[in-house]
Structures are given as structure tokens and as C-alpha cells.
């Protein structure tokens, strides 16, 4: 599948009215910035996450034309603001908010400045339900995985809700049972291959409550192919986090 080299940039803001000081001032007032948005009008939104990388990163598709999208955890939501200027036909994003940032304010702010159609709903991914949401072409899972107290269940639930053949992009955090890091690279090693799931009941990963689960590479890639998924492949790595592509069966 063609990769753009870059997501590209959104034009000036044709449905936001408000001055460029106002639209600056109402950045500043969102507090915490998940993802870089460019907002047009020279307005990028101060984001820690270098948004543009990871879409290159994550492999995500040149073009979304005509088809259905469902951004799970979607933030501030810079992958939904992209897929739907890259063709979506129906965009649902959904975040539960649980995140200790609250960074899903960013999201209702950038997407009236965009003019975004895509439908934004505070819920929780176990909540999903082909019978009232319908099915989706594209699923974008991106940094969820170790947020879930049961992942198997919420991997069966998004696989209930993907069309056949529909693409899954996953990024998660993962570990190897040896990491060195060098140079800001973390360089890891599993001294044998067999799927492992490391459980964090408090906060001892990063210091965040609902961090549950570190799966390593065989850990994602087991609990893939045991929930509805086919052509399970692992695009690549970076620093501490792993990247899948999958096809619902
Ligand atoms: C680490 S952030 C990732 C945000 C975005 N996908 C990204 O990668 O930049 C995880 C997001 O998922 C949301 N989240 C966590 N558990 C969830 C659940 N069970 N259902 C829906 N959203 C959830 C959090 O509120 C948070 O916004």
C-alpha cells in the first residue's frame, strides 16, 4: 500500500471567523496539546507529539477515499483531522477522556476551526457495537493498547466493529526483556520469542494510573491473531513503542 511521504498541510481555515490572536489565545487556553495541528494561518497547535513523524511512521494510507474511519483514543485528533482531508467518507472519533492531560479539549477547538464533519463522542472503546455504529474500512488504534484493562475483549470488540479485509493501524507501547538505551535509542532484546505481557496494577509505568499493560513484539502480534485478525505485520519501531498493520478476517 502507497505511504505519502508526508500528511501534508491544511489550507487557511475557510469556517473559523475568529482573528489570528483569538485563534491563538484560544490555543493557549486548551492548556495541554497532545498533537501538532497546523490550524492555518500559521497557528500550529504546541503539541509534545511530533505528529507528521508518526504518520509516516504508522504507514497510513496516501488516500481515504470514500471510506468509513474510526479514530479510537483520538486526543486532539490529528489523525481524524487527516484522514478526513485525505477523502474519509464518515469519520467517528471516540475518547473516553480518561487521560490524566484531558487532552480531548483540543479536539471540539481544532475541529470547528477545520470545519471538520467528523463526529467526536466522549466513550469508551468497550462501548463499540456494529448494530448501532455500523462497520468501518480503516480502525486507527494508536497508543490505546496499555491503557486497557482487558485488551483481549476490546481487540475482539474493535474487530466486531472493522469491515472485512479493513485495515487495523496499531501503535502501542511494548518492552523486550532486555532494553539499553543509547543515545535516546533503546535498543532491545528478547531472550526468547514467546509472547509476554508484563501487568502494572498502580502507577509504576510512568507514573500514570491507567497505564495496565506492556506487551512485547510476540505479545501484540498473539493477541492479534487470537481476536479476529489476519495478515498481522509489524511495520516497524521506535524508541519504546511498536507498529502493527492487520486485516480483520
Ligand atoms: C496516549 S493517548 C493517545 C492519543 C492518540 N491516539 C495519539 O496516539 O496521539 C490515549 C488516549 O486514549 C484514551 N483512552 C484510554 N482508554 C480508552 C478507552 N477504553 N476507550 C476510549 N478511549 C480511551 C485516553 O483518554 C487518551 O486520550
Known sequence: ????????????????????????????????????????RGVVTPGN???????????????????????IGCSDGFYTFTAERLGAAGLLAIDDESSFMAETNGFRLAAEVLG??????????ESLDPATDGTFD?????????????????????AAVTSPGGLLVLKTYYRTDVRLWVRGRCLGFDLDRRPKWWYFPGSE?????????????????????????????????????????????
Open 138 to 158: 480503516v480502525v486507527l488504534f494508536i497508543n490505546v493498547l496499555y491503557h486497557l484493562r482487558n485488551p483481549v475483549e476490546a481487540l475482539e470488540r474493535i
Open 116 to 125: 471538520s464533519r467528523a463526529d467526536y463522542q466522549a466513550r469508551m472503546l
Open 205 to 249: 509505568l510512568g507514573g500514570d494510573p491507567t497505564n495496565w499493560w506492556a506487551p512485547n513484539a510476540a505479545g501484540v502480534d498473539a493477541l492479534l491473531r487470537s481476536t479476529g485478525w489476519t495478515g498481522v505485520r509489524r511495520i516497524g519501531t521506535w524508541r519504546d513503542r511498536i507498529y502493527f498493520h492487520a486485516r480483520r478476517a
Open 49 to 71: 507529539e511530533d505528529t507528521e513523524a508518526e504518520w509516516r511512521r504508522l504507514q497510513l494510507p496516501a488516500r481515504f477515499d470514500g471510506e468509513r474511519v474510526l479514530d
Open 1 to 40: 500500500m502507497a505511504s505519502p511521504a508526508t500528511c501534508g498541510r491544511y489550507g487557511p481555515a475557510v469556517a473559523d471567523e475568529r482573528t489570528v490572536q483569538q485563534l491563538r489565545d484560544d490555543v493557549a487556553a486548551v492548556g495541554a496539546w497532545r498533537h501538532r495541528i497546523d490550524l492555518g
